[in-house]
Antibody, heavy 120, light 107 residues
Framework: QVQLQESGPGLVKPSGTLSLTCAVSGDSISVNKWWSWVRQPPGKGLEWIGE???????NYNPSLKSRVTMSVDTSKNQFSLRLNSVTAADTAVYYC?????????????WGQGSPVTVSS | DIQMTQSPSSLSASGGDRVTITCRASQSIGRYLNWYQQKLEKAPKLLIY???NLQSGVPSRFSGSGSGTEFTLTISSLQPEDFATYYC?????????FGQGTKLEIK
């Protein structure tokens, strides 16, 4: 059974950096899949942040690209998100998800979500 | 970016009803369309992928159809556990975008 588990601070100060890690179990992060981050502001819809391949290749949402960095640690079977210069608009539940690209492109496994509040 | 627009934004229905949710893309996306269900404070759950393929373990009362720019999700006979918010998502190109959601409520 594939499981994803987010971890990281629940509170970040404005202008600071949001850092989250997603630990993957039941699957190898190094096998032909992409690993994604999606967020959901309170009471709002889902926003794709970006995705990373085990080689380090990335795709980012252009709306966040200047502030986002994703990385992967194959030795720990986990991947990470950093979002800098945060504001209150970055307050959201952050989900990590597995992205399959064959035979179809879809998010099939999700973490339970990590709520992050940006506040001083 | 490809914009995804769902209608309606909210819907009231009763158990046993047949319900249809529509998703429109701002440009043709072939059949690169997925549907997710999200219950309160839970992660989204994949229901339908590639427009009409039922994800393993999802009840057969859920079905999807469409191609190009217009897609539908149908629930043939609503069950109590189906009251949730539904999102479409295009996987044709990045940035991967979602519809704004359709909240299905009990009448």
């Amino acid at each position: 059974q594939v499981q994803l588990q987010e971890s990281g601070p629940g509170l970040v100060k404005p202008s600071g950096t949001l850092s989250l890690t997603c630990a993957v179990s039941g699957d190898s992060i190094s096998v032909n899949k992409w690993w994604s981050w999606v967020r959901q502001p309170p009471g709002k819809g889902l926003e794709w942040i970006g995705e990373i391949y085990y080689t380090g290749d990335t795709n980012y949402n252009p709306s966040l690209k200047s502030r986002v960095t994703m990385s992967v640690d194959t030795s720990k079977n986990q991947f990470s998100l950093r979002l800098n210069s945060v504001t209150a608009a970055d307050t959201a539940v952050y989900y990590c998800a597995r992205l399959l690209v064959a035979p179809a492109i879809l998010f099939d496994y999700w973490g339970q979500g990590s709520p992050v509040t940006v506040s001083s | 970016d490809i914009q995804m627009t769902q209608s309606p934004s909210s819907l009231s229905a009763s158990g046993g009803d047949r319900v249809t949710i529509t998703c429109r893309a701002s440009q043709s996306i072939g059949r690169y369309l997925n549907w997710y269900q999200q219950k309160l404070e839970k992660a989204p759950k994949l229901l339908i992928y590639a427009a009409s393929n039922l994800q393993s373990g999802v009840p057969s009362r859920f079905s999807g159809s469409g191609s190009g720019t217009e897609f539908t999700l149908t629930i043939s006979s609503l069950q109590p556990e189906d009251f949730a918010t539904y999102y479409c998502q295009q996987s044709y190109s990045t940035p991967r975008t979602f519809g704004q959601g359709t909240k299905l409520e009990i009448k």
